[in-house]
Antibody, heavy 117, light 109 residues
Framework: QLQLQESGPGLVKPSETLSLTCTVS??????????WGWIRQPPGKGLEWIGSIYYSGSTYYNPSLKSRVTISVDTSKNQFSLKLRSVTAADTAVYYCARGITTWDYWGQGALVTVSS | EIVLTQSPGTLSLSPGERATLSCRASQSVSSTYLAWYQQKPGQAPRLLIYGASSRATGIPDRFSGSGSGTDFTLTISRLEPEDFAVYYCQHYGSSPSWTFGQGTKVEIK
C-alpha cells in the first residue's frame, strides 16, 4: 500500500523559505508514470494545487506561485520536496503531498505550516 | 484558465435524503478530466469519482457522478452519517494543471 508522509518545520518566519519533504513508501517514486504533487489548504478554505514533478523529473507549477516555488526529487531517498520562497501570512496552510495522474489518488496526511514571526 | 464554481456553498440535509451537488466550469471541459473528492475534518481529501462518472476503488454505489461540457453533478442517493463532509470538484488541464472548485459542505440538518 502506497503511503506518503510530509515532514518539515511547522513554523516559518515571514520572508523566509518554507521547506517540506514528502517521503514515499510502498512504491518507487521513479518507476511509474505518475505526477508527484503538492497541494495546500489555508485554514477553513479550499484546495490549491501548488505544483508537481513528473517521474521523469519535469516540473509544473501553478502560475500564481511559479515565481516562488521549486519542487525537486531525490530518487535515492524516495522523496520529493517543496520550497516556497518569500512567504507571508497568506502562505499559512496545511500542505499535502499527493500522487496522481489526472486525479490525486494517494495523499499524505498533511502538514500545517504557520507563517509568523 | 478553467474556473470551477460549486453550488450550493452549504447543503443542509438529513440522513437518508438525497444530495445533489453542482460543479460548473467556466468553459467546456472533457468529462474525462473531471473528478470529485470528499474531505472530512482533519483528513486529507479522498478521491470519489474520476472521469465525471466512474467511482474510485472502494467508493459505495450511493455516490454517482454525471454531466458533460460545463455542468457536472455529484449525487449521493441516500445520505449516511459518514457522508457529511466537504466535497470538491477538480479538473485536470493540459499544461498540466489541476484546478479545484471552492467546495460544497454537506451538513446535518
Amino acid at each position: 500500500q502506497l503511503q506518503l508522509q510530509e515532514s518539515g518545520p511547522g513554523l516559518v518566519k515571514p520572508s523566509e523559505t518554507l521547506s517540506l519533504t514528502c517521503t514515499v513508501s510502498g512504491g518507487s517514486i521513479s518507476s511509474s508514470s505518475y505526477y508527484w504533487g503538492w497541494i495546500r489548504q489555508p485554514p477553513g478554505k479550499g484546495l490549491e494545487w501548488i505544483g508537481s514533478i513528473y517521474y521523469s523529473g519535469s516540473t509544473y507549477y501553478n502560475p500564481s506561485l511559479k515565481s516562488r516555488v521549486t519542487i525537486s526529487v531525490d530518487t535515492s531517498k524516495n522523496q520529493f520536496s517543496l520550497k516556497l520562497r518569500s512567504v507571508t501570512a497568506a502562505d499559512t496552510a496545511v500542505y499535502y503531498c499527493a500522487r496522481g495522474i489526472t486525479t490525486w489518488d494517494y495523499w499524505g496526511q498533511g502538514a500545517l505550516v504557520t507563517v509568523s514571526s | 484558465e478553467i474556473v470551477l464554481t460549486q453550488s450550493p456553498g452549504t447543503l443542509s440535509l438529513s440522513p437518508g435524503e438525497r444530495a445533489t451537488l453542482s460543479c460548473r466550469a467556466s468553459q467546456s471541459v472533457s468529462s474525462t478530466y473531471l473528478a470529485w473528492y470528499q474531505q472530512k475534518p482533519g483528513q486529507a481529501p479522498r478521491l470519489l469519482i474520476y472521469g465525471a462518472s466512474s467511482r474510485a476503488t472502494g467508493i459505495p454505489d450511493r455516490f454517482s457522478g454525471s454531466g458533460s461540457g460545463t455542468d457536472f453533478t455529484l449525487t449521493i442517493s441516500r445520505l449516511e452519517p459518514e457522508d457529511f463532509a466537504v466535497y470538491y470538484c477538480q479538473h485536470y488541464g493540459s499544461s498540466p494543471s489541476w484546478t479545484f472548485g471552492q467546495g460544497t459542505k454537506v451538513e446535518i440538518k
